[in-house]
């Protein structure tokens, strides 16, 4: 019997939206799983890009400048690695050499108009019926709710950056 997949979103203004799909990431190659990593909007260096050295089963790439824009009108710059990103995370779902892709930041990049909606619904609407894909990202639209299989809404309730005004930590936060 074929495995069906499903599409799974992460959002909200809480943490651990990367951190689940890392989990999910981690498990699948566990299990034997090939999975496809795509970072929107990362350029820096983060704990997880050692991942594919420890876990042969998965391939990450980075889709951002070494800058994370939050506000204000993106560059040209972030808008054509995020449209590259885009076409590359597209590639790796159709391609057939993996089980799980991963689009992490995707929703973010809408709503800071690095890509469009009606990109990332074509994305969705793409997925073949045996891939998992997991969208990730704050401010997931109505629309990309729609469409998913599963939602999770990360809600922030108490964080130390509010209290103790921390920058990220290596290995927690980055």
């Excluded at 019997?1 to 979103?9: D, I, N, P, Y």
Aim: glycine letters at 8%; charged letters at 25%.
């Amino acid at each position: 019997m074929e495995r069906k997949g499903r599409l799974q979103v992460y959002t909200g203004n809480g943490k651990g939206k990367t951190t689940a799909s890392l989990g999910l990431a981690v498990r699948a190659a566990c299990s034997g799983m090939r999975v496809y990593i795509g970072q929107f909007m990362k350029g820096r260096d983060y704990s997880e890009l050692c991942l594919p050295e420890r876990f042969p089963e998965i391939t990450m790439k980075q889709f951002g400048s070494s800058e994370f824009i939050f506000s204000g009108k993106p560059s040209l710059l972030d808008i054509q690695l995020a449209e590259a990103g885009l076409a590359e995370v597209a590639r790796a779902m159709l391609s057939g050499n993996y089980d799980m892709v991963i689009a992490d930041e995707i929703c973010v990049s809408v709503h800071l108009g690095l890509l469009q909606e009606t990109q990332i619904l074509e994305l969705a609407a793409a997925r073949p019926a045996s891939i998992e894909v997991v969208f990730t990202g704050r401010y997931a639209t109505d629309s990309i709710i729609e469409v998913a299989d599963l939602v999770t809404e990360m809600v922030p309730v108490k964080h130390y950056y509010d209290t103790e005004k921390l920058s990220a930590r290596l290995g927690i936060e980055k």
